[in-house]
């Protein structure tokens, strides 16, 4: 049974080093990987090493659900794609 979903749309995750509007492809590409890699970082360091408000760092089981991300990007190592939905199991 799929987990809850959390979206993140949180000023950490908002890419403001470059605008794609009437811009060359090859900037817009550039400006859309930059953005997927900051995806990717604040992804990482949410599971790793988020303060936890009971104590300890990281959420381990937030991961990418794959009925929900497209997995069109692959992420470093073993994860799948990149977005800003998530989900997290419900018990801690």
Known sequence: ???????????????????????PQDEIDRYLEEARQLSFSLFYWLQTEAPRPGGGRGYPGL????????PTTAWPSTRTSVSRAASVPCSP
């Open 1 to 23: 049974m799929p987990h809850e979903v959390t979206l993140v749309n949180w000023p950490q995750n908002d890419y403001w080093e470059g605008n794609i509007i009437d811009k």
């Open 63 to 70: 991961y990418l659900r794959p009925d929900i991300v497209a």
